[in-house]
């Protein structure tokens, strides 16, 4: 009787250390997909920064050259991070990205604009889908966030959001630089322009927050939301329906990245709540 006891005490231990791995387990993951993914998405946004400059060096304005040198430098350092966690070593789309960075820099400067952007575009969609790649390894998801259970929205849909104004920023700058709007170019930003606003209307109301974060998370949606209406009423108003391109650059720029900021402070706000819950 007393070897049966003990064999019951010894499966309850094992169930209750193994409960205790699986948890630590978990929570290692997570914080590590949180810190792989914090730095994946500083690396979109600097990648994203370096378009819309070489967009405006490309289309004349050579002013934009320290800057580009020193949007280079931040990413050099957030590769050097990434690379040193060892964790992207066995996801391809990481290897695909350093090599076409590397090849991207040395000769993106005698591009012409057009090309300069289709790179750079390809560098963000790889980084975008290895961003979803780290939320899905690390578990980062309604079932193992229920309180938040459309954490799946920040990964994918807001996103690339970010990246449809950073498109919309890299080609917008360009046209204001040349102060010409072709027809392809007035295409492209009626379209961004139309997934603009269906983030406004679909994605942003989607998003979920802990209850003790309703009010700042409300607050960064609605700034948000305006802050990406103005910068579509600009785009219509100063670059698709103008008869001439009068808006400067820097100042278009400067609009865009407002609302790529406000986006970003929604991202990093969904962030903070996961790390309360891990």
Known sequence: MEIYIIILLLIILFSVW???YKTKQ?????????????????????IQTHRGLSSALLNGDQSKQVLLATIEQQVKSEIKYLEEQRTLDKNGRWGSFTDHWGRLKQHDKGRD??????????????????LEDEAERGHLNAG????LPNIGFVWRELAVTTEIIGQSRAIGTGVATSKTCSSVHKIRLSFLQQNMQKTINSTLPKLSSLDRFTGEHKALLKVAKLKMEFLSSTIERELISAEQISINQDEYF????DSIKALDSIFNHQIEQIQQIV
Do not use: E, M, R
Not at 113 to 129: E, G, P
Not at 144 to 147: C, G, L, R, T
């Open 18 to 20: 193994l409960h205790h």
């Open 26 to 46: 978990q929570k290692a993951l997570c914080v590590q997909g949180l810190d792989n993914i914090t730095h994946i998405k500083l690396l979109i946004s600097a």
């Open 113 to 130: 604009a057009d090309n300069s952007f289709k790179q750079h575009t390809q560098l963000i969609a790889n980084l975008l889908y290895l």
């Open 144 to 147: 193992s966030f229920p309180k």
């Open 254 to 257: 400067a609009l865009a990245t």
